[in-house]
Every structure is written in structure tokens, then in C-alpha cells.
């Protein structure tokens, strides 16, 4: 049985409130379980260095622990990210690019920021889960604002965590789960079921092909009710 008393396949429940933050052009409280990430969207102008003169814009993130967000307090990251700090930044910006059109976004940035309030494992895939959802009312604000006039949103994306916990696979890791599971895994998919990003790694026995496709299966069904969640949140068909 798991630590959470969960099925195998049974997700934490997932709430996304949007409109969180009041200057924000867009913005996601999403709560995964114990874990709760604040994220926020906003409209710059101008683009990188690398995007100028191209016409397209950029969608680009940042990601931050509050220092109590774990069970003992983190010292915050003064002189710059860390590692795993930046991995996960860039994770969160590839996986939002992978789902937007830059040559409809125009020449504009949109910057998304995610602070983790509290900590209970998934915090990178709750940030994209979020993140999608700050980053489609942005999207709403330009072209209410005629700014735009399509939206560059390609598609939904979403991510979960899957692992094999004693020997069993697993969907959406809390961090008992986590920190103690042979193998670990997060999953980047896209609403129409394709992947963007799966970063798979096996700490003591390896996992077999058979255990890896049970896994992404599970996170396919997770990202599937995922996305269903941000539909909801979003009043979008």
C-alpha cells in the first residue's frame, strides 16, 4: 500500500485557482496534494537578443522555493540559481514552448514565474500544470486588449510524476513516495497525448521496458485528467 493509502493509478486531488495574483497578466494557485505552487504570467515588450529581428516572441521561466516550503527551512538562493533550480526553469519554459506558435505570439515576452509555497513532491510538474493555466489568460488578456488576434496556443500540455514504489508502478509521486521509489520519473505530454519531455532515472535496480511503458501509460491517464482540470478551470471545451 502506498504512504497516501492511494491506488497505483489514483492522482492526489488537484485543484487550479485561477486569478491569484491581481497584477498579474495571468495567474494559477495550483495545489497538487500538499504541494502548492503560485504561478503567474506576465506581458513584456521586447524579446531576447537571439529572437530580435525575427518577428517571433518568447515564452521563457523562472522557478523559486519559499524557504519553509519543506519540513525544514531552505535558505534562499541569494547569488543566482542553483542547479537544479535552473533544470527545472528550463524544463517549465520548453514544456509551455513546446505548445506555443512565437510567430503569432509576436514580437513579446511572456515571462512565467513559479513560487512553490509548500513542498510534497511534483513541484516542477505542478508548476507546468499551473503555468499552462497563467499562461492562457495572459494569452486571453493580449488579445482582449486586441493585441492579438488569434491565440498562439497550439495545444493543452501538462506534467505528473510516475515511479515504481516497492515494486509497484505508481502515478503522481508525493515526496514519501519520491524520496524512497527505485525509480522516479516526470512526464511532459501535450493534450493530444504526445510527449514533450520524459526524464526517467533508476537509483539502485534498473527498470525493465515492460515497467517503463506501465509507466507511461500511468502518466498518460494522469496528464489526461490533468488537462480535463485545466479545461475546467479555463471554461474551455
Not at 67 to 96: D, N
Not at 174 to 185: F, H, L, Q
Request: glycine residues 10%; proline residues 4%.
Amino acid at each position: 500500500m502506498r504512504p497516501s493509502q492511494r491506488a497505483p493509478d489514483e492522482m492526489r486531488p488537484v485543484s487550479l485557482s485561477r486569478g491569484a495574483a491581481k497584477y498579474a497578466e495571468g495567474s494559477c494557485l495550483i495545489r497538487m496534494g500538499g504541494t502548492l505552487v503560485h504561478c503567474t504570467a506576465s506581458v513584456e515588450t521586447g524579446v531576447p537578443s537571439f529572437k530580435k529581428g525575427t518577428g517571433e516572441g518568447w515564452v521563457t521561466a523562472e522557478y523559486a522555493m519559499l524557504p519553509r516550503a519543506t519540513v525544514e527551512r531552505t535558505p534562499r538562493e541569494r547569488t543566482g540559481p542553483g542547479g537544479r533550480t535552473q533544470e527545472i526553469q528550463r524544463l517549465i519554459g520548453r514544456s509551455l514552448r513546446a505548445v506555443i506558435d512565437t510567430a503569432v505570439l509576436g514580437p513579446r515576452s511572456i515571462q512565467i514565474d513559479c513560487d512553490v509555497i509548500q513542498a510534497d513532491g511534483g513541484t516542477r510538474t505542478a508548476s507546468i500544470t499551473g503555468a499552462f493555466v497563467a499562461l492562457h489568460d495572459a494569452i486571453a488578456w493580449l488579445k482582449h486588449k486586441k493585441l492579438l488576434e488569434k491565440s498562439p496556443i497550439k495545444d493543452f500540455v501538462a506534467a505528473v510524476s510516475v515511479g515504481i514504489h516497492n515494486g509497484v508502478p505508481v502515478l503522481d509521486l508525493d515526496y514519501a513516495e519520491d524520496s524512497s521509489s527505485g525509480t522516479d520519473m516526470n512526464v511532459v505530454m501535450t493534450g493530444a497525448g504526445t510527449f514533450v519531455e520524459v526524464q526517467g532515472t533508476a537509483e539502485g535496480a534498473a527498470f525493465s521496458r515492460r515497467e517503463l511503458d506501465a509507466l507511461l501509460d500511468l502518466a498518460g491517464r494522469g496528464i489526461a485528467q490533468l488537462v480535463a482540470a485545466q479545461k475546467n478551470a479555463l471554461g474551455v471545451a
